[in-house]
């Protein structure tokens, strides 16, 4: 099956820095992929939807000013953390979703810990 | 908007034993899919199984079935001669024929295999 690539799998920032996350599609070209969100023994939540060549949509209640998101290629997306803080400590999850097998692929996650 | 629920937080069953989780949904759209998505402890989402709503025959993966009753929006996941590493949390998805909002996961459910 199709790869997904995400790097870092786990990071450890100072509060008020920020922190890049990549997303790699590796055998497929994706027009869109998506960013999560897991807080412990909690569900996925969707954060926004990453458009290629175009603004990100982001979901009711998510800041799109601390989430930066960038889908500059048809392969690559990136969520930049802005000015993180303490509650963005978090799991975060990438999806690219591939349109001919009607499937979403996962990267394998980021565990970000701000102190 | 769309929603999934999950009513078992937690199930266990004895190794070579058959479990069922359960999964309901509520759309309004006619055009959509179905996924049940294991996550072990390694965070990795990983496609267990896939229902399109168009096809009335319900979806089977080797030990892994599912009861697809699109009248009653319910989406169940059975589990054949269950093994010690389908110890995991199971995640039910729904996401619009075009894949392009993202996937709407239920709560989760905590599959505990006893040896």
């Known amino acids: 099956g199709a790869v997904v690539s995400q790097h870092p799998s786990r990071v450890i920032c100072k509060s008020g820095t920020s922190v890049k996350i990549e997303c790699r599609s590796l055998d497929f070209q994706a027009t869109t992929m998506f960013w999560y969100r897991q807080f412990p023994k909690q569900s996925l939540m969707l954060m926004a939807t990453?458009?290629?060549?175009?603004?990100?949509?982001?979901e009711q209640g998510v800041e799109k000013d601390k989430f930066l998101i960038n889908h500059a290629s048809l392969t690559l997306s990136t969520l930049t953390v802005t000015s993180a803080h303490p509650e963005d400590s978090s799991f975060y999850i990438c999806?690219?979703?591939?349109?001919?097998?009607?499937?979403?692929?996962f990267g394998q996650g980021t565990r970000l810990t701000v102190v | 908007a769309q929603t999934v629920t999950q009513s078992q937080p937690e199930m266990s069953v004895q190794e070579a034993e058959t479990v069922t989780l359960s999964c309901t949904y509520d759309?309004?759209?006619?055009?959509?899919?179905l996924f049940w998505y294991k996550q072990p402890p390694s965070r990795q989402m990983i496609l267990v199984i896939r229902?399109?709503?168009?096809?009335?025959q319900n979806a089977t993966e080797n030990r892994f079935s599912v009861n697809f009753q699109k009248a009653a929006k319910s989406f169940s996941l059975k589990i054949s001669d269950s093994q010690l590493g389908d110890a995991a949390m199971y995640f039910c998805a729904y996401t619009t024929g075009g894949g392009a909002d993202g996937l709407t996961f239920g709560k989760g459910t905590h599959l505990i295999i006893q040896p």
């Open positions: 229902q399109e709503a168009y096809k009335q």
């Open positions: 759309t309004s759209e006619s055009d959509y899919y």
């Open positions: 999806s690219a979703w591939d349109r001919m097998n009607t499937e979403a692929f």
């Open positions: 990453s458009n290629e060549g175009s603004k990100a949509t982001y």
